[in-house]
T-cell receptor, first 113, second 111 residues
Framework: NAGVTQTPKFQVLKTGQSMTLQCAQD?????MYWYRQDPGMGLRLIYY???????DKGEVPNGYNVSRLNKREFSLRLESAAPSQTSVYFC????????????FGPGTRLTVT | GQQVMQIPQYQHVQEGEDFTTYCNSSTTLSNIQWYKQRPGGHPVFLIQ?????EVKKQKRLTFQFGEAKKNSSLHITATQTTDVGTYFCAGQTSGTYKYIFGTGTRLKVLA
């Protein structure tokens, strides 16, 4: 039982390049989330998916797209990376039942030069 | 849009002293969660509060949810070096699955 896994762990991109961050959970959770955390800051919600087949914008969706591929997987795509997207990206999942405890993955540290 | 603020931003305490962090939302919340993040790690869930005026305890940690469901606090009694990290609150408003995280309070405990 791995919980929430994220790949890659580290990535360096040049401005304008694209990439997809992968996230998978094996807890049969309905809801999944993507957050970004800038140095010394809190977590800001980028996109979330309340259930398979649905996605919604969070606080900072500009420059990102998401896909809820199936119940297990929720990917985040940067179409044209910018230095302002340098951050640590966390994926989380939640059962979406009475207690919405979010389980976080280990994070992807992304640097855009 | 909804905003969640936390104070203080940083707190240094001597081991054995108490610590409190406060969380304030601009809107009424349906529930609030607290998370702890160790340096270099990911957030780990501590607790969820749902009812107005609710108080919950976990060993040395006491969590409160305000009567108006717009504020919350986390109090740690007799801090230990293992309490080091950043504590975040996260609020959910009714009718949505999303959580807005507070700005966090970074706790340092001096031995």
């Amino acid at each position: 039982n791995a919980g929430v896994t994220q790949t890659p762990k580290f990535q360096v991109l040049k401005t304008g390049q694209s990439m997809t961050l992968q996230c998978a959970q094996d807890m049969n959770h309905n809801s999944m989330y993507w957050y970004r955390q800038d140095p010394g800051m809190g977590l800001r919600l980028i996109y979330y998916s309340a259930s398979e087949g649905t996605t919604d914008k969070g606080e900072v969706p500009n420059g990102y797209n998401v896909s809820r591929l199936n119940k297990r997987e929720f990917s985040l795509r940067l179409e044209s990376a910018a230095p302002s997207q340098t951050s640590v990206y966390f994926c989380a999942s939640s059962s979406g039942s009475v207690v919405y405890e979010q389980y976080f993955g280990p994070g992807t540290r992304l640097t855009v030069t | 849009g909804q905003q969640v603020m936390q104070i203080p931003q940083y707190q240094h305490v001597q081991e054995g002293e108490d610590f409190t962090t406060y969380c304030n939302s601009s809107t009424t919340l349906s529930n609030i969660q607290w998370y702890k993040q160790r340096p270099g790690g990911h957030p780990v869930f501590l607790i969820q509060l749902v009812k107005s005026g609710e108080v919950k305890k976990q060993k040395r940690l006491t969590f409160q949810f305000g009567e108006a469901k717009k504020n919350s606090s986390l109090h740690i009694t007799a801090t230990q070096t293992t309490d080091v990290g950043t504590y975040f609150c996260a609020g959910q408003t009714s009718g949505t699955y999303k959580y807005i995280f507070g700005t966090g309070t970074r706790l340092k405990v001096l031995a």
